[in-house]
């Protein structure tokens, strides 16, 4: 059996390595002219943690990033609304990562040319269509002008939000939507706050401020690369065009920084004095796509952003391709033809990811801290008052249980008697 692959991102290059590790020959299209380690901070949750350590990268993983050991959601002002313990000290089997996305992007490249050979990548290859015929799919390609086609037995669209698998399927969906709310994200080199392995969400409604390190520094551990991010909703007189699913457009500083100036007082970092330490940062436009009623077609699917992009909150969008990787090469290994196993995969992700759209498009977790301010717009004395702990809860690990990451209901019991960390 033969996969084409299009797409060398997380997803695409995760789904490579678990199809090789299945005995599945694979081939990788990739439209950029190489594979670039960008972007800025993410979080690996543990049920993704967990199939990247089967796939031999935990010593990587750890040698690139930050093993999270806590996670503080608090208003404006730095009162605690909830806090929890994440990972393994949170009673996971594995860690919970905080890294660079170009960091683990590069990882799992690098993996991919040690164990397939750097020949299965082919970048600078443009995807322009393709065709089903019996027991194969012939792929069509545009490579700096000239056209080639490959041929495997199934294709899978990983390519992004703006899938070109994705737009040859469903024709007339259009672009991605956006909600109106602007992220504003970076990462620049800060002094360690806590045990360096904190990471914190500040804010509610009006203005979210996100903190968190994601490279610890051998020469001086009194410092960490650290990333911040804003999430604001743009007033409509400060909307414009904008090119939707670019992660990579600069930010400006006169439009990121009256979101925090004066509204966040917190006791760890002052919002804009970091944001203005920290040169380039970039803006990305809090956009999705509505969930499929099916990804896969007869012998291609869909995987990762391409089958179901969803707004970066609750820390998923990479865990989630992951899953799919995970569970693609998983039925293909156990279904008698390609058609069943892509049905079977589709069965099994697409409903799962479409209700964690639906629950990103609330807030994801992040919504606790939405509910308080919402509530108590201004400092409040007891947050037990505001909203009870078991309100508080739903929201939170209702939501990590939903994401499919929530640990074991009894170990969360006996962590809360004995450890003490009601928030």
């Given at each position: 059996m033969k996969?084409?692959?299009?797409?060398?991102?997380?997803?695409?290059?995760?789904?490579?390595?678990?199809?090789h590790r299945a005995g599945i020959e694979v081939e990788i299209f990739e439209r950029a002219d190489a594979v670039r380690e960008l972007g800025v901070g993410i979080n690996m949750l543990p049920h993704a943690v967990g199939l990247l350590a089967e796939l031999g990268l935990m010593d990587a993983l750890d040698a690139a990033g930050i093993r999270t050991r806590e996670l503080i959601y608090s208003n404006r002002f730095g009162q605690i609304v909830w806090r929890e313990l994440r990972g393994i000290e949170g009673g996971h089997a594995v860690p919970q990562f905080s890294i660079h996305r170009g960091r683990l992007l590069g990882l799992i490249h690098q993996a991919v040319m040690d164990r397939l050979g750097r020949e299965v990548i082919r970048?600078?290859?443009?995807l322009t269509g393709f065709e089903q015929d019996g027991s194969k799919v012939t792929a069509f390609l545009s490579e700096t002008g000239k056209a080639l086609r490959a041929s495997g037995?199934?294709?899978?669209?990983?390519?992004?939000?703006?899938?070109t698998v994705r737009a040859k399927l469903y024709p007339g969906e259009g672009p991605p939507i956006w909600n109106g709310v602007m992220l504003w994200r970076g990462a620049t080199r800060?002094?360690?706050?806590q045990d360096g392995r904190t990471m914190a969400i500040a804010g509610g409604n009006h203005a979210k401020f996100i903190f968190y390190p994601i490279e610890s520094d051998?020469?001086?551990?009194?410092?960490?690369?650290?990333?911040?991010?804003v999430m604001a909703r743009l007033h409509?007189?400060?909307?414009?065009?904008?090119?939707?699913?670019?992660?990579?457009?600069?930010?400006?500083?006169?439009?990121?920084?009256?979101?925090?100036?004066?509204?966040?007082?917190?006791?760890?970092?002052?919002?804009?004095?970091?944001?203005?330490?920290?040169?380039?940062?970039?803006?990305?436009p809090n956009c999705d796509r509505e969930p499929l009623l099916r990804w896969s077609f007869g012998r291609v699917t869909l995987l990762g952003d391409a089958a179901h992009p969803m707004y970066p909150v609750g820390s998923n969008g990479a865990s989630?391709?992951?899953?799919?990787?995970?569970?693609?090469?998983?039925?293909?290994?156990?279904?008698?033809?390609?058609?069943?196993?892509?049905?079977?995969?589709?069965?099994?992700?697409r409903p799962a990811t479409a209700e964690i759209i639906h629950a990103n498009r609330k807030g994801g977790p992040e919504g606790v801290i939405d509910l308080v301010e919402s509530r108590a717009p201004d400092r409040f004395d007891d947050v037990e008052a505001v909203a009870s702990y078991e309100e508080r809860q739903r929201i939170v690990r209702g939501y990590a249980s939903l994401a499919g990451f929530a640990a074991d209901r009894e170990s969360e019991r006996r962590r809360h008697n004995n450890r003490k960390l009601e928030p």
């Open positions: 996969a084409l692959i299009v797409g060398a991102g997380i997803g695409g290059l995760t789904t490579a390595l678990f199809l970048t600078g290859c443009s037995n199934l294709l899978i669209g990983a390519d992004g939000i703006h899938s800060w002094p360690t706050w051998p020469n001086d551990p009194g410092m960490r690369l650290t990333n911040w991010a409509e007189a400060e909307a414009r065009k904008l090119t939707l699913g670019d992660w990579s457009r600069p930010g400006n500083l006169d439009e990121v920084l009256p979101f925090v100036r004066d509204r966040f007082h917190l006791d760890y970092v002052d919002p804009a004095k970091i944001i203005r330490a920290t040169g380039a940062f970039h803006e990305y989630q391709a992951i899953l799919d990787a995970h569970s693609l090469a998983e039925h293909l290994q156990t279904h008698g033809s390609v058609e069943a196993a892509l049905s079977a995969y589709d069965g099994e992700r």
